[in-house]
């Protein structure tokens, strides 16, 4: 009877577990959770919880939560990268999946309706924009081609700082005259803003035109309720579609005039130029709309001037801060150019201690702390965690180049750690070392990341063999406000304000 019983049950249990089986494999299995995050509020999420500068917030939550974050924006799924790894797993091993642009305000109402480069979906017209960029933009050739137009714009610059005698000089609006000049040169062959001949900072054009563009990245840089509550889109609570429709109106002004004129240019003199290359394709079989164009203008103009005068700034304000790595970067450079003319391109390879500086201003102050927006085209998976179909990416490149599992002393201006014997000696800031990004990574890294690497070395190394520096009104280095201010570009939120004191010989700054 005992035997019959345990047989019996024995018989249960096999019949039980196959039906569990059975069972199990017809049940899709529990997808996983998505990645930890703080609690959302009620229908606007966790948007109150990023303050005034959400990359700073968002790297706290980071610290709390882990390097795979998840927030909730009003009713949109926000995923945040703050580590290499993390950030790797998105941009090279899903960067398929997260190619294209969020809708977005900014897109919508000051880029053109996404008829640029930068916001554009990806697909057929954004691979054109990047052909098109990368052939006769972008290309070792092109670069080259115009950097004699980049030397003469430096050169220019340095005369009028050292034309400024004791008047005290903003520094990053010079820098940004002479940024805007060197891309405006290379697209449409003119100037079009300049250095006033007192040194203060620009003329009235210039500081209107630096004024647009800062206008644009903070902006952009706003999470506006709209993009992630369509519901409230319309009220326009924050008053920002506003802005960027009244901002967008004085940008398409500005660049209707600039086509508009180079049309005429190219009629009557034969005109030859980058923008005239861009207006011959107006007929070809890839061809380009008027919008279209004005819309790649937008984007070089935004995205090349502002992002290399605010990195150079702070690159200037770090080596006030630390004399004794700005007195070993002018010896290098005295050593190898001399005193008697400025800096060139081709002199830049040999600033092996210059490119050190370059790289850990790029690491503490990169020109954009949170990558412009991704979204997931379908869902998937990334470390264990859920990540929904409509899923916004940011990538908080501030918070990775500070992290203390992959920096030492991250906290730290120390540019010894990128030369050889230090802890990241091969370590490059264009995409594929994941601890170091400021130029995004995968199919929409910058596309003119080459440009801009050129463009801050050039200027940096310029001025700081050209000039010492003062700063303005006695202020000494230790208390210089290294505070940051919020916007797609990393601003200060002071301007470096100094008195630049000419240093090589006097036939230098001479035209």
């Known amino acids: 009877m005992q035997m019959s019983s345990l047989a019996l049950i024995l018989c249960s249990a096999a019949l039980g577990f196959l039906i569990h089986s059975v069972l199990s494999r017809r049940r899709p299995a529990r997808s996983p959770p998505l990645p930890p995050g703080p609690r959302p509020w009620p229908i606007v999420g966790n948007l109150p919880q990023l303050g005034p500068k959400p990359h700073q917030s968002m790297a706290a939550l980071a610290q709390l ?3 795979l974050l998840h927030l909730k924006m009003g009713f949109a799924h926000v995923v945040v ?10 941009l090279k091993a899903h960067d398929a999946n997260f190619s294209s642009r969020p809708p977005n305000a900014g897109a919508k109402h000051v880029a053109y309706n996404y008829q640029d480069m930068v916001f ?5 017209r954004w691979r054109l924009f990047r052909k098109i960029s990368a052939l006769h933009l972008f290309s070792a050739k092109a670069l080259d081609d115009f950097r004699h137009v980049r030397q003469d714009e430096v050169g220019i610059l340095c005369r009028a700082l050292a034309g400024a005698g004791q008047t005290p000089v903003r520094l990053g609006q010079m820098l940004n005259v002479c940024a805007t000049n060197a891309i405006s040169r290379v697209m449409m062959g003119k100037r079009v803003v300049g250095h006033d001949s007192g040194g203060s900072g620009g003329d009235e054009k210039a500081e209107e035109f630096k004024a647009m563009v800062v206008e644009l990245m903070v902006l952009a840089g706003v999470f506006n309720i709209g993009d992630f ?3 409230l889109e319309r009220f326009d609570l924050q008053r920002v579609v506003a802005k960027m429709k009244k901002l967008h109106t004085r940008f398409d002004n500005f660049l209707t005039t600039i086509v508009n004129d180079h049309t005429i240019d190219d009629q009557n003199k034969g005109h030859v130029d980058l923008l005239s290359t861009l207006i011959s394709f107006k007929d070809g079989e890839d061809s380009l709309t008027d919008t279209e164009i004005k819309a790649l203008l937008l984007n070089l103009f935004a995205a090349g001037t502002d992002t290399t005068s605010s990195t150079v700034e702070w690159a200037i304000a770090e080596l006030i801060r630390h004399p004794e790595i700005l007195s070993q970067a002018q010896q290098e450079l005295d050593s190898i150019v001399g005193k008697n003319r400025f800096v060139t391109e081709s002199d830049l ?3 092996v201690y210059l490119q050190a500086v370059v790289k850990e201003n790029f690491r503490l102050h990169p020109s954009t702390p949170l990558s412009l927006p991704r979204i997931a085209e379908k869902s998937c998976d990334i470390n264990g965690y859920h990540i929904p179909k409509g899923s916004t990416l940011l990538v908080n490149v501030w918070a990775i180049s500070r992290d203390s599992e992959q920096w030492a002393d991250p906290l730290e201006f120390r540019p010894d750690r990128f030369l050889p014997g230090g802890e990241k000696p091969n370590v490059d800031v264009k995409g594929n070392d994941f601890e170091l990004i400021p130029f995004g990574a995968g199919r929409r890294i910058c596309a003119g990341m080459s440009l801009g690497i050129r463009m801050v070395q050039l200027l940096t190394a310029t001025i700081v063999h050209a000039f010492d520096f003062d700063l303005a009104n006695g202020l000494l280095p230790q208390k210089l406000n290294m505070e940051e201010a919020y916007g797609l570009t990393l601003q200060r939120a002071e301007p470096l304000i100094v008195h630049p004191k000419p240093r090589l010989a006097y036939h230098v700054y001479k035209a």
């Open 65 to 67: 939560y882990g390097p």
């Open 81 to 90: 990268a703050a580590s290499a790894a993390v950030a790797q797993q998105f």
């Open 229 to 231: 509550i369509p519901a």
């Open 120 to 124: 554009a979906p990806y697909g057929p």
């Open 349 to 351: 390879p040999q600033l």
